[in-house]
């Protein structure tokens, strides 16, 4: 029996009743290359898979048995249920041919760098933990916010600092926490009933679920209106009058979250004479710009930070358009002691000589949870791998397809592009005109409505490529979000034929 342990490596795991060894080095090599083996010749054939994954609500359960199995099972086995069982449940975010929500752009550097801080598996909560790992963090920030040209206030060398957080979600409520108690701790605690959180109608959900959990009133949260006219982003005209009818209900002015490149139509708030109304009335800025911040290391971008000098936070997802696989959101702020204020605990068993001294930076204190993911790694692959030049380039290669659907789209009078593209993600729909019949019992623009998602479900339905919608202003519209890191212009004239299909056949079977 002993002797077959020694043939055949593989029956090792498999065998029953042996003791296992999670972790023998030659065996990792062994199932380790498998996997990279098997996602190698994923991406070889992600684009046959049809782009959303076509299966029913609970296909799974079908397909799995009732409970674990008691005997360990080989790698190989389980690989071929993952093809099987998985593969066909998975909506592949690593197609060329997805444009749905926004990008999540893996790359080797991402996913290499994600191995690494994996495999040594450190738990970085404090800087003792593991010192490389709150060291890299805070070098990469810096390297980083230098990118963006963020105001030195934001850098580490500058008095400020950044962090790694799992999502932007969390940035958010970070930094509203840490506004809260700011103003609390001058008006009094008694006073939290009284503090506003202002967005837009076009702000993401993560501030209002930030405002939820951290205690704000819900009738004190404000999504100010915008319209066409401003293209959707806040204007400080709007921003300053709700402040002012609020102050004259004995409210206090607490928060703002700005976004650049907001994620129904990727609108931008205009940061500079926003920070100028936020600043007169002690308003904490938190500037989100989950998806737009990676395309703002390109200098003919950089124009939409101005004004970002006078803001208290900022965050974006490199996770989303960044080559970075998720999760990575990089959030800085100009007064980290605000963030530990309101996050720090130091309970006795993670005492130690370090952090008596406050000579480290211990980033449990700058987040919500303890345990931490030594997310640096992968960024610092990403950035080391790639270099900024390239990831300029692979930005601008993006936002130019982007461009090139939209010529597409204006060459096809029956369509019409929505709102202006600003970055590398197009909004546009089959325009009301183009919908005749006089026997209408809606009007123009809720037939409009209609037939674009009705469109839009049999594109998607058929697999050949993936968008979603975003209503706004009233109007429905499909998103054409570029940024997977297969896509290549081939595709994007490929997925212009697939709308231009679907939308000759929707448009003679309703004529
Ligand atoms: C995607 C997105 C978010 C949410 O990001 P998570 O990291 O998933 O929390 C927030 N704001 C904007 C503008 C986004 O596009």
Redesign the pocket.
Request: with cysteine; hydrophobic share 25%.
């Given at each position: 029996m002993g002797s077959l342990h020694n043939q055949k490596p593989e029956i090792k795991t498999g065998f029953p009743g042996a003791i296992i060894k999670p972790l023998d080095p030659e065996e990792f090599r062994r199932q380790g290359h498998l996997v990279i083996d098997f996602l190698a010749d994923y991406y070889n054939n992600v684009d046959k898979y049809p782009v959303r994954s076509q299966v029913e609500p609970g296909y799974l359960k079908k397909r799995l048995p009732e409970s674990a199995p008691h005997d360990a099972e080989p790698i190989e086995e389980i690989l071929r249920d993952v093809q099987n069982d998985i593969v066909p449940g998975i909506t592949h975010w690593q197609s060329p041919n997805y444009f749905a929500y926004?990008p999540s752009s893996g790359s080797i550097a991402g996913f290499l760098g994600e191995m690494l801080s994996t495999g040594f598996n450190v738990v970085g909560f404090n800087w003792m933990s593991s010192p490389a790992a709150t060291e890299l963090e805070s070098i990469v920030m810096d390297w980083l916010g230098k990118m963006l040209e963020l105001p030195s206030e934001f850098l580490f060398s500058g008095g400020g600092g950044g962090v790694l957080q799992?999502?932007?979600?969390?940035a958010?409520l970070c930094t509203v926490v840490a506004a809260r108690d700011r103003v609390l701790r001058r008006i009094g605690r008694e006073n939290i009933n009284k503090l506003v959180v202002y967005g837009s109608d076009q702000t993401?959900s993560?501030l209002q679920k930030a405002a939820q959990i951290a205690g704000i009133n819900p009738g004190n949260f404000r999504a100010v209106e915008t319209s066409k006219s401003s293209e959707f982003g806040l204007t400080a005209e709007a921003f300053r009058a709700q402040i002012e009818s609020d102050l004259k209900l004995g409210l206090v002015p607490l928060f703002l979250c700005a976004?650049i490149?907001?994620?129904s139509s990727t609108a931008v708030d205009p940061l500079a004479p926003l920070c100028a109304v936020a600043k007169e009335f002690n308003v904490w800025v938190h500037v989100?710009?989950?998806?737009a911040g990676s395309a703002c290391i390109l200098p003919e971008y950089r124009h939409y930070l101005d004004g970002v000098e006078n803001a208290d936070s900022f965050s974006f997802?490199a996770?989303?358009w960044f080559l970075t696989t998720l999760?990575c959101?990089c959030l800085w702020v100009k007064d980290p002691s605000a963030l530990v204020k309101a996050l720090s605990t130091y309970p006795e068993y993670l005492r130690n000589r370090a952090s008596d001294a406050k000579s480290v930076i211990d980033y449990k204190d700058w987040q919500i949870t303890l345990s931490r993911r030594f997310r640096s790694m992968k960024l610092w692959l990403v950035l080391r791998s790639y270099g900024v030049a390239n990831l300029r380039k692979f930005l601008r290669s993006h936002v130019k397809m982007a461009k090139n659907f939209e010529g597409l789209i204006g060459m096809d009078k029956r369509f019409e592009v929505v709102v202006p593209r600003n970055f590398a993600t197009v909004c546009f729909r089959i325009s009301p005109i183009e919908i005749g019949g006089n026997r209408q019992i809606v009007s123009k623009e809720e037939a409009a409505n209609n037939l674009n998602a009705k469109l839009l479900e049999t594109i998607n339905e058929s697999g050949k490529i993936y968008m979603t919608h975003a209503v706004i202003g009233g109007v429905y519209v499909m998103r054409f979000a570029v940024g997977a890191s297969l896509t290549e212009n081939r595709h994007v004239i490929l997925a212009w034929k697939v709308v231009q299909e679907h939308a000759n056949a929707l448009l003679n079977s309703s004529s």
């Open positions: 926004f799992g999502t932007t979600c969390e958010i993401h993560a976004t490149g907001t994620t989100d710009a989950a998806y997802n996770h989303k999760d959101c």
